[in-house]
């Protein structure tokens, strides 16, 4: 199995949020990646059961940057939705909510 079919975990706080309610996370994935392999490398990385697999294609964008607002084309990426089964959860998420205990104890 090649391990830059996943390239990163995107962690936002709707992705959070998800994680949280749904136990789905999110990763950036290689373009080339079909939902069979993504399955086989999330189960060996992390060593949990996946359920269910959505991917979604974002084409080259345009966006607007720098001061001059010159115009820059962002590359196509692939995000996957994965579902783990019922109990099983990825640590890299840290859903332990540790922010809220740094500020009780201010």
């Not at 079919?5 to 290689?30: C, G, H, M, R, W």
């Amino acid at each position: 199995m090649k391990s830059y079919i996943i390239k990163k975990p995107l962690i936002t706080e709707k992705t959070l949020d998800l994680a949280n309610q749904y136990n789905v996370y999110t990763f950036i994935v290689s373009k080339q990646a079909g939902k069979d392999q993504i399955k086989e490398a999330i189960e060996r990385l992390f060593s949990v059961k996946v359920e269910a697999i959505r991917t979604m294609t974002h084409y080259r964008v345009m966006k607007r940057t720098g001061r001059k607002r010159m115009p820059v084309m962002l590359a196509p990426t692939k995000k996957a939705l994965v579902q783990l089964k019922k109990g099983d959860k990825i640590e890299l998420f840290d859903l332990g909510g540790s922010e809220k205990s740094d500020k009780s104890d201010k």
